[in-house]
């Protein structure tokens, strides 16, 4: 039997690393080549130093490859992540310039991650919808394809929001630049034909990468270069202390930089699935990415987040194992020693047109989840587009509050609708109310009655998750109990949760109090134990009668069977004292 991985104190587990794939080498070279001109592009227009978002791509890149959950996931510095930051820096009134500070945020958001990985608190997200989480990932890519549009053609669009941008583009075709649009259009021409050939296919990206860089450098091309941006130091990220001074004006602005990159990794997960068949694990993520911005803050670099981009530059480039990321991060820091000078001579519209199509795969790849959402129910199909709409118009901090927001409303709504009553009457032949025959062995689903017929035994099982939103349609099915004497009414709550709802346990109380005013008997059948406190605790249990209350049985129906006997013991009890 294979070792899963090392385990470590506590939750934190080392995966097996294996050993990399050819691939994995080149698309990790290509992810690092990458990782220059647009870390450097996201730490400038946060207004930070653009060697931070070069550094942003080598240590956290490192570690939250070793321990990531999801395979494929390179965790660096993002545009939201940059600008997010640039706020929280801003309203803590503190320098941007300072990498005391940086080092301080970045390290604030990674304990965040940290601390939610180990707490297991990732199943939050797990209430995150399909529908909210297509919408989102969608608009990210939107995001990722507009932040591109000026180094593409060499015209910034104008705009309050990614689809207004996306049109003053289209709209100011005339205002692009001709050498910027043409060797963006070059490189998107290279990658196609290269990836054409079989064996060219993984290493497109990288062949387009290089092959119109060297061509626009040879041919003079008056296009931006890296270097336009800032200069890249021959020099691997030191050791920097974070100021303790501003942990405490940081740590609101921590939480929110935290969760927009623990909402942009997840939304890498459904899109890009292990190629190992392995599952993904939010809280393994949380931890990974935790781990890495605590490192990567500490030698130099801006906060970090799972980047859809970079993950997409990464799969389009021939990415198999998580030595994709660790190569990534090493091939970085080796370009930045060796090769830095060179390194700055990449042009802009080059990264610009690549990205570009690399956004455009993505929302290619969301089309199917689309498709199936908008086909599933009109509320699922607006949560969606509500979502989408949000990411691409409002901070990105806010589209995730909107999004959590819908999210927990369409669990509410979808939950309130599940709660029902059906009825269980015997699978062959007989009297559907059990006046005389025996116990049935198998039961089949019947609609509930109207009415509870007088000296019968009608048999009930809840299904829902007893929220108290279920309440309103529970108390419509019940059976009416005008003649309900000498009944007994058995109600299956095996499905209960732990915890129910209060409403739901109010219900039970007021229906029980109905059907022994009208001379019945309500017994309460497969009740989990801690459902059994709970009863013990509101005093249902005495008011019932202790022998009216049935536990759960590893049979699942035998609470049910069992309560069929006592009910016709207590209706035996009944018959001499009504005569």
Not at 405 to 415: E, N
Request: with cysteine.
């Amino acid at each position: 039997m294979k070792p899963r991985g090392l385990r470590l104190p506590g939750r934190l587990r080392l995966p097996r690393l294996g050993r990399p794939r050819p691939s994995d080498v080149s698309a990790g070279l290509v992810t690092g080549l990458f990782s220059i001109p647009e870390g450097m592009a996201y730490a400038a227009i946060g207004g930070f130093n653009p060697v931070t978002g070069i550094y942003a791509g080598v240590v956290p890149t490192i570690v939250s490859s070793v321990f990531a959950r999801s395979v494929l996931m390179v965790t660096t510095l993002t545009s939201a992540i940059a600008l997010t930051s640039q706020s929280v820096v801003k309203e803590a009134g503190l320098d941007a310039g300072d990498a005391g500070n940086v080092a301080a945020l970045a390290v604030l958001a990674g304990a965040v991650m940290l601390l939610l990985g180990v707490l297991r608190l990732g199943v939050v997200m797990s209430f995150v919808s399909n529908a909210v989480m297509t919408g989102f990932s969608t608009g990210i890519a939107l995001q990722i394809i507009t932040g591109s549009l000026k180094d593409a053609t060499g015209y910034k669009p104008s705009g309050h929001n990614k689809l207004t941008q996306l049109a003053d583009w289209a709209v100011h075709i005339g205002d692009w630049q001709l050498a910027a649009t043409l060797t963006a259009l070059t490189a998107v021409a290279v990658w196609a034909l290269a990836r054409l050939v079989g064996r060219l296919k993984p290493v497109a990206v990288l062949i387009s990468l290089l092959v119109v860089s060297v061509g626009a450098g040879v041919l003079g091309t008056d296009v931006e270069l890296a270097r336009d941006i800032g200069n890249i130091p021959a020099a691997l990220p030191s050791f920097t202390a974070p100021d303790l001074s501003a942990v405490g004006s940081l740590l609101p602005g921590a939480f929110a930089v935290a969760l927009i990159g623990l909402a942009q990794a997840a939304s890498i997960g459904p899109s890009v699935p292990n190629p190992d068949g392995s599952r993904p694990s939010v809280n393994g993520d949380f931890v990974a990415q935790g781990l890495g911005n605590i490192g990567g803050g500490l030698f130099g670099a801006l906060p970090t987040g799972g980047s859809m981009s970079r993950t997409g530059v990464a799969v389009s480039a021939g990415a198999h194992t998580r030595w994709t990321g660790i190569l990534a991060g090493l091939w970085l820091a080796l370009l930045v020693l060796t090769l830095g000078s060179l390194a700055e001579r990449i042009p802009m519209p080059v990264i610009g047109g690549l990205i570009i199509v690399i956004g455009c795969e993505l929302i290619a790849g969301r089309l199917p989840d689309i498709r199936f959402v908008l086909r599933t129910s009109p509320l699922s199909a607006t949560a969606m587009t509500v979502t989408f709409l949000a990411t691409t118009q409002l901070p990105l901090q806010q589209a995730i509050v909107i999004g959590a927001v819908l999210s927990l409303l369409l669990y509410c709504v979808q939950a309130a609708g599940q709660g029902t009553l059906h009825a269980l009457v015997p699978a062959g032949p007989g009297d559907d109310h059990w006046r005389v025959a025996p116990v049935p062995v198998h039961w089949r689903v019947a609609p509930v009655p109207d009415r509870i017929e007088p000296g019968t035994v009608t048999v009930l099982h809840y299904g829902g998750t007893s929220l108290f939103a279920e309440a309103p349609r529970i108390d419509e099915q019940w059976p009416d109990t005008k003649d309900a004497r000498g009944a007994a009414v058995i109600l299956g709550l095996r499905s209960v949760p732990d915890v129910p709802s209060s409403a739901v346990l109010k219900l039970l109380q007021r229906y029980a109090r109905d059907l022994h005013a009208h001379g019945g008997r309500l017994y309460l059948a497969g009740v989990e134990p801690h459902l059994m406190d709970v009863l013990h605790r509101t005093g249902l249990t005495t008011e019932l009668g202790p022998d009216a209350v049935l536990p759960a049985t590893p049979d699942v129906f035998g609470a049910q069977r069992e309560a069929v006997t006592r009910a016709r013991r207590w209706m035996a009890d009944q018959a001499p004292a009504a005569s």
